[in-house]
């Protein structure tokens, strides 16, 4: 994977692409009978319009001392940290997400130092439609029935030094590439 994204930058360079880092932003946590959810925003308002997405891809350093994997789903309703719940501001308790889309990755503690989700088909979503409807993203325990991480995990720590990379080609200026 680290050699995929390596040549996606330099590929991306080369045909004139631009970057975007982000921090993945304030953490929240929604928690349950000892299980959490985590939730995150973040503003990638700084890709113009009908811009290419080439990749993109959430990197956070990571030590944590279990093997875990990690779903991520989109979300689908409009909340803020500062008064979710498990059953707030949800019409269905653990959060409303996107169920026909997710994103996986499997952290294996001992061989992996950082986290690298692959967002691309989000960041494109969100894209397609409008940012306003870029509500973030849960992340959840996944390859499992359990409904969500266990507190001890780590994750969220991960989660706060995370950021969003994004590689993409700005539209073309509106006279560009026309003779005068």
Known sequence: MKRLVTALILLAAVAGA???????????CIQKEGNA?????FDLSAIPESSHIYY???VAPCNIAETVAIET??????WSRENVRWDYPWRKQGGDFDTTRSAMFAYIAGRHDRLAIDVTHYVRDWLRVGYSSNFGLLFRKGITREPGFKRSQGLSDVL?????????????????????
């Open 18 to 28: 631009d970057t975007l880092s982000v921090p993945l932003g304030k953490i929240a």
């Open 160 to 180: 706060a030094k995370a950021r969003v990379r994004v590689i993409y080609r700005k539209p073309p200026e509106p006279n560009e590439g026309r003779a005068e």
């Open 37 to 41: 959810r985590l939730l995150a925003k």
């Open 73 to 78: 789903r989109r979300i689908t309703t409009l």
């Open 56 to 58: 993109a891809q959430i």
